[in-house]
């Protein structure tokens, strides 16, 4: 099993790369930010998540250790293999799948080639409890980001109570950056919009 390849760039492909570590070249499937990211004879660590299937071993790529761990949540999941695995860390980056799945949105999860909204149900479902209760050793992304992602949880519930429907204070959060904001300020914003 691999935990990571050090290794220079020597071909690029729209879906994968070829990484030469000792004299030996690595097809490592990736994510389209990836692919866009590396450079032909630079060298780069890729965390690697190994898969063998119908007798052939796959390797998946990731430049950062946190979407490793993400795509191998993201493969746990019923009716999710690799390909849309890739897809989905390929068309949102780590933080904005945590937010869809804290948030219950389906609608930007399935944006993803091969993720339906039956998968993306499935995807919040099986996931949720896992994102919203990961130690930091296992944590995806910063804490200051998981804080922003309970700052809007806790500001949802809020007007909730004050008899908003989720569905609307979503779309009004969907709008705007209220990562870098206290529940406040988001209970402000969402009222002055929905009023």
Do not use: W
């Not at 097809?27 to 063998?52: D, N, R």
């Not at 804290?102 to 949720?128: F, V």
């Not at 296992?138 to 909730?160: H, P, V």
């Amino acid at each position: 099993m691999f935990e990571f390849i050090v290794g220079e760039i020597r071909k690029i492909n729209e879906d994968y790369v070829v990484l030469e570590n000792h004299g030996m070249g690595y097809k490592i499937f990736t994510t389209q930010k990836a692919v866009e990211i590396v450079k032909l004879y630079e060298e780069y660590t890729f965390y690697i998540s190994m898969q063998i299937r119908e007798n052939e071993i796959y390797l998946y790529g990731f430049l950062d250790e946190n979407e490793l761990y993400l795509f191998n949540l993201l493969t746990t999941v019923s009716g999710v293999g690799p390909k849309s695995g890739l897809s989905l860390l390929s068309v949102m980056d780590i933080y904005q799948i945590k937010q869809a799945v804290l948030m219950n949105d389906s609608n930007s999860l399935s944006k993803a080639n091969g993720i339906g909204k039956k998968t993306a149900g499935r995807i919040i479902l099986e996931l949720q409890d896992k994102i919203i209760n990961m130690g930091d050793d296992l944590s995806i992304g910063t804490q200051k980001e998981l804080s922003a992602s309970e700052n809007m949880l806790l500001a949802i519930d809020a007007l909730q109570n004050l008899g908003f429907m989720r569905r609307d204070v979503e779309k009004v959060l969907m709008n705007v950056n209220a990562n870098a904001m206290e529940i406040e300020e988001i209970i402000k914003l969402c009222l002055k919009k929905l009023s």
